[in-house]
């Protein structure tokens, strides 16, 4: 069946530097959605990238899809303590939203 | 409602007990859907709801597992004979419409631990 795998599994940062985690799909997705889990709670959708090439921006956020639409990348620049959490991926190919295994992201002041 | 609310919060079962976990969907979503989240993984489907059609079960581990949504609104994921491997924090979520096309909005999660 479909898998979505995510790298790094873990990232552990100071803050104000730049963070980014991939995701890649065994298939083509029709669509992949971003969510932000953060510890002890539940994940929270932050963006959907639909168009092959996409990119769109939230704030200090960078969300592509790529060409093929096979992977995708989360980029956070400045990273600031609020930031921590564990990011997901999760790709939507025939009816299933299918989750990667995410990327944890702890920020040191 | 605020939001996808679920309960109870936390339970311990001994193995071999029968759990009930319930969802209350934001109200409107046409579509619940239940996940498994083990520790240190991301969410897993379980089962998909659209009203109170069940259109997909193929995330169901075992036929111990048993959802439903009788009305189209509240839904329940029934755990019959647990096991230790059950463990886990059951999620659910809800969305306007369809599986991928919208974004799902999460509950707190269900923390299941069968000892």
């Known amino acids: 069946g479909q898998q979505v795998m995510q790298i790094p599994q873990y990232q552990h940062v100071q803050e104000g530097e730049d963070f980014t985690t991939y995701c890649n799909s065994s298939?083509?997705?029709?669509?992949i959605q971003w969510y932000k889990q953060r510890p002890g709670g539940h994940p929270v959708f932050l963006i959907q990238l639909v168009k092959s090439g996409e990119v769109k921006k939230q704030k200090r956020l960078t969300f592509q899809f790529g060409e093929a639409k096979k992977n995708s990348s989360l980029h956070i620049t400045a990273t600031q303590t609020t930031d921590v959490g564990t990011y997901f991926c999760?790709?939507?190919?025939?009816?299933?939203?299918?989750f990667g295994a995410g990327t944890i992201l702890r920020v040191k002041s | 409602g605020a939001g996808v609310s679920q309960s109870p919060r936390y339970k311990v079962a001994k193995r071999g007990q029968d759990v009930a976990l319930r969802c209350d969907p934001i109200s409107g979503h046409v579509s619940l859907f239940w996940y498994q989240q083990a520790l240190g993984q991301g969410p897993e489907f379980l089962t998909y709801f659209q009203n109170e059609a069940q259109l997909d079960k193929s995330g169901l581990p075992s036929d111990r597992f048993f959802a439903e949504r009788p009305e189209g609104s509240v839904s329940t994921l029934k755990i019959q004979r647990t096991q230790q491997e059950d463990s886990a924090v059951y999620l659910c979520?809800?969305?306007?419409?369809?599986?991928?096309?919208?974004?799902?909005?999460f509950g707190p999660g269900t923390r299941l631990t069968v000892t």
């Open positions: 298939t083509t997705l029709s669509n």
């Open positions: 979520a809800s969305s306007l419409l369809g599986q991928g096309t919208y974004e799902q909005y």
């Open positions: 999760a790709g939507v190919g025939g009816n299933k939203l299918v």
